[in-house]
């Protein structure tokens, strides 16, 4: 059960890197049929989207190092 409970969690990591789509993905509220007849009409609509995305891939991305930084400051093993 751990080893499951692991495996979820990598891939919960590997879906905030954007590698793949697990269980927090999130779909397009627009719908399938929907969504690509608004992406010919209305294109700024598709950067907004990249954009926010990117944005909180970068946080999700900042977090992890702030967290890698805050266990190293404790450990007493920052480089210097």
């Keep these: ?12 990591w590997m879906e ?3 590698w793949i ?3 927090r993905s ?15 009409f209305n294109p700024a609509h ?4 990249e954009q926010q995305e990117t944005e909180e891939r970068l946080a999700d991305f900042q977090a992890d190092i ?3 930084i805050r266990a190293r400051i404790q450990a007493n093993t920052v480089p210097r």
């Design 1 to 12: 059960m751990a080893a499951l409970a692991a495996v979820d969690q990598l891939f919960l």
């Design 16 to 18: 905030r890197r954007g």
């Design 26 to 40: 999130k779909r397009d509220p627009r719908g399938a049929l929907l969504g690509p007849i608004d992406n010919v």
């Design 46 to 49: 598709e950067h907004v989207v």
């Design 66 to 68: 702030q967290a890698d």
């Design 21 to 23: 789509y697990w269980r």
